[in-house]
């Protein structure tokens, strides 16, 4: 179950990725454009928030079941402190995805609900912005770009 886990993670950082630079790109344009805020605007912030879901589950799946790493990490985090690699995925990463998580769906749900149109650009702007700037930080970007099954 590890392998299929882990390159299903792996497959879906891209798609939330996408969406995210998507969003963010939309939400900043609304906003320094003064653009009506649009269903569309809508529906990216919704789906990078259902991606970035996506990816909190199956990295809850690997963080506590399938994954070998965090396994030795937690066991003795002392020593996973200590090294580089356990510690991006026992801590650094964890930390840096799950605020991303919570900054997506703030982008969302506080644009949805701000009164105008410039309000809403500049929340999901300011939220997703800071969701992309996490998810680049935390991003194992040693990791192989596309999974083998």
């Known amino acids: 179950m590890y392998p299929i886990t882990l390159a299903l993670h792996n497959l879906v950082r891209w798609v939330a990725l996408i969406l995210g630079i998507l969003a963010a790109a939309r939400a900043f344009s609304g906003w320094f454009g003064n653009r009506a805020w649009s269903e569309r605007d809508r529906k990216v912030g919704s789906f990078f928030s259902i991606a970035m879901d996506v990816q909190l589950l199956l990295g809850l799946l690997l963080y506590?079941?399938?994954?070998?790493?965090?396994?030795?990490?937690?066991?003795?985090?002392?020593?996973?402190?200590?090294?580089?690699?356990?510690?991006?995925?026992?801590?650094?990463?964890?930390?840096?995805?799950?605020?991303?998580?919570?900054?997506?769906?703030?982008?969302?749900?506080?644009?949805r609900r701000a009164t105008d149109a410039k309000a809403k650009h500049q929340r999901a702007a300011i939220f997703f912005g800071l969701a992309m700037l996490l998810i680049l930080l935390g991003m194992p970007w040693m990791r192989p770009l596309l999974p083998s099954l």
């Open 64 to 111: 506590f079941v399938f994954s070998p790493l965090t396994r030795t990490a937690l066991s003795n985090l002392g020593a996973a402190m200590g090294s580089a690699d356990l510690r991006f995925f026992a801590l650094e990463h964890a930390l840096y995805m799950f605020l991303a998580v919570i900054f997506a769906h703030l982008g969302s749900i506080l644009a």
